[in-house]
């Protein structure tokens, strides 16, 4: 079975071009290692990896804060080209970011602002795979000093590169090696940033309720 990796990012606020062409690398990345490509449907930096994936062949599902395409389009000024699915959730944006992290095997951070915390903080609390694409403004220099504050056991583990096809490289290696196998079975998870690793606090062990 493919893996879904989630996408998510900045949809509005003045997006540099630069972070636009790393959105798209990303998605094009998701989809020459065969993976499909989640987003929360809506326009910025995730649309644009959506259309990086398209443009290699690969397939993206969009999940949609609106209950119909004309709630999706008219109320939430979200697009439908890009992708070859779109879940009407109808949860809103809010309720849709759980959506967007469940569905997702692994989650990438690009760019963001308050509602890409929102996503990121599930991710984490949830033991997800996160990685982070550096360089993209955003909130995505300001995560690992997030987690050295957080002290939370989890069993999540988070890369971060400047890179997205090294990224993506990175995540799926870890994710197919260890990180299937349920975060509870982590005995401790790091940071890494290119060579430099930061030490988090241990994961829960089997059966630990956190």
Partial sequence: MQLKIGVMGSASGGIPGKYLKTAYKLGRSIAQNGCITITGACPGLPLHAAMGAKDA?????????????????????????????????????????????????????????????????????????????????????????????????????????????????????????KHFMRPSVHTHFVVQNNSHELEQPQAPERGEHV
């Fill in 57 to 177: 062949g690969g397939m993206v599902v969009g999940i949609s804060p609106a209950l119909s395409e004309w709630e999706h389009v008219n109320r939430y000024h979200s697009p439908v080209e890009h992708h070859d699915l779109l879940i009407y959730t109808g949860s809103g944006l809010m309720g849709r970011e759980v959506v967007n992290i469940r569905t997702s095997d692994i989650v990438v951070i690009i760019g963001g602002r308050s509602g890409t915390l929102g996503e990121f903080s599930i991710a984490y609390d949830e033991g997800k795979l996160i990685g982070v694409v550096l360089g993209t403004g955003g909130i995505t220099s300001e995560i690992k000093y997030i987690l050295r504050v957080i002290k939370k056991k989890t069993g999540s583990k988070v890369f971060h590169d400047e890179d997205p096809e090294t990224l993506v490289r990175s995540l799926l290696s870890y994710y197919t090696s």
